[in-house]
DNA sequence: GCGACAG
DNA sequence: ATCTTGTCGC
């Protein structure tokens, strides 16, 4: 992807709240949720970690039949905005195209800790980054940000997450000891497509086998800067303009 | 105005 | 997200 684009897309750099939320608006204009991909052979888990002043973005391959890891990625950048609900897009964004680019193979769909569609300008960060790189992404969280269901009480049940009268999502009880999580389409996935491909990468955890293994990741990563044994770790200016 | 609010 | 020990339950 061209920097320029990247950066008119993810950078919070003298922006407002209103220049944020009117890119949010232009991006769930270009969502497509019908499934966009051939074959699932490999399925990716995002997520970020922080230290002091710095992300740490973390992506995990998988091979989707077995769910083997089969691939890593990482990268670590200064943090540019706070976390403000319903814009953790431009606080992630950056760091995560940053290491979604890095990766020499994308996977077939990306699973991202965020919301999907369930957003209250249908603009959650998976779908934004989705519509934004033009790939398959779902949102994974553990927290209704919008929306209302019924409370799934026992192992694999399910309900629709409903907003303003319509479905964005699906709450699901994925073990016996913890909260149900939210799964949501986030771009060129559809709705069914979504709970299946999600239930597909359960392995008995709360989070999804991709989602989970990043979050590890993105610990692992963060510990060995606070550590100072970062050899593993590389820095990255990110596409600011200095 | 008040409360809710992904990570 | 992050700061943090033990503890209740399966």
């Known amino acids: 992807m061209d920097e320029g684009y990247l950066r ?32 699932l052979r490999t399925v990716a888990g995002i997520d970020c970690s922080y230290l002091d002043d710095r992300i740490i973005c973390a992506i995990v391959m998988l091979d989707y039949r077995t769910l ?9 950048q200064k943090v540019r905005l706070p976390y403000i609900p319903t814009y953790l ?30 957003h209250p300008r249908r603009s959650g960060m ?12 779902i949102g994974v969280s553990k927290k209704i940000l919008c929306g ?16 303003e009268g319509e479905q964005i999502g699906w709450i699901m009880k994925t073990s016996k000891r ?10 060129k996935v559809s709705m069914r497509a979504c709970l299946e491909i999600v239930m ?22 963060r510990e060995e800067l606070r550590s100072g044994k970062g050899h593993q770790t590389t820095f990255d200016e990110g596409y600011q303009r200095r």
């Not at 913890?178 to 771009?187: D, E, F, K, M, R």
């Not at 990468?201 to 990563?221: Q, W």
């Open 148 to 163: 209302e269901a019924e409370v799934p009480t026992e192992v694999s049940e399910y309900h629709e997450l409903v907003y």
């Open 178 to 187: 913890s909260n149900p999580i939210i799964a949501a389409p986030g771009h």
């Open 200 to 221: 597909h990468c359960l392995k008995g955890y709360k989070l999804p086998e991709p989602t989970r293994l990043a979050h590890l990741y993105a610990a692992e990563l």
């Open 126 to 137: 998976a779908s934004y980054f989705g519509a934004v790189m033009d790939h398959p992404t």
């Open 89 to 118: 897009t431009f606080r992630e964004g950056c760091a995560m195209s940053s290491a979604f680019e890095k990766l020499e193979q994308k996977p077939d769909v990306l699973l991202m800790d965020s919301c999907g569609i369930n």
């Open 8 to 39: 008119k897309w993810f950078d919070p750099q003298s922006r407002t709240l209103k220049d944020l939320r009117a890119l949010q608006h232009e991006a769930s204009l270009m969502l497509d949720l019908r499934d966009g991909f051939e074959e």
């Open 68 to 76: 083997e890891v089969i691939g890593r990625e990482h990268v670590v």
